[in-house]
Nanobody, 122 residues
């Protein structure tokens, strides 16, 4: 089993910054993609940013230039640095990891964190 534990959410004023962190633990052989998603009530979970094991990143247009995703492969952690926050960034943010639990790299499983609330006040 694999667990993802998030931290760093909270309340911040518009224009402020927050840093989200996520640590993966358990039966981990390797992690391919790690990512952050967010979900608003009644809406589908949407990708915020992702990072592959080789460092390749991708981000939603709405956060490009403001949010930066990074990871530490040795520690199985991923972070999201959020700057110039806007009220529309208010959401529950979820950590995601695509994990191989054995040397069978063709067998990968998706894991999610429990979610952390980010609230940006205007």
């Amino acid at each position: 089993q694999v667990q993802l534990v998030e931290s760093g959410g909270g309340l911040v004023q518009a224009g402020g910054s927050l840093r989200l962190s996520c640590a993966a633990s358990g039966t981990i052989f390797s992690i391919n993609t790690m990512a952050w998603y967010r979900q608003d009530p009644g809406k589908q979970r949407a990708l915020v940013a992702s990072i592959r094991s080789d460092g390749t990143t991708n981000a939603a247009e709405s956060v490009k230039g403001r949010f930066t995703i990074s990871r530490d492969n040795a520690k199985n952690t991923v972070a999201l640095e959020m700057n110039s926050l806007k009220p529309e960034d208010t959401s529950v943010y979820y950590c995601y990891a695509e994990v191989a639990t054995s040397s069978r790299l063709d067998l990968r499983y998706a894991y999610w964190g429990q979610g952390t609330q980010v609230t940006v006040s205007s």
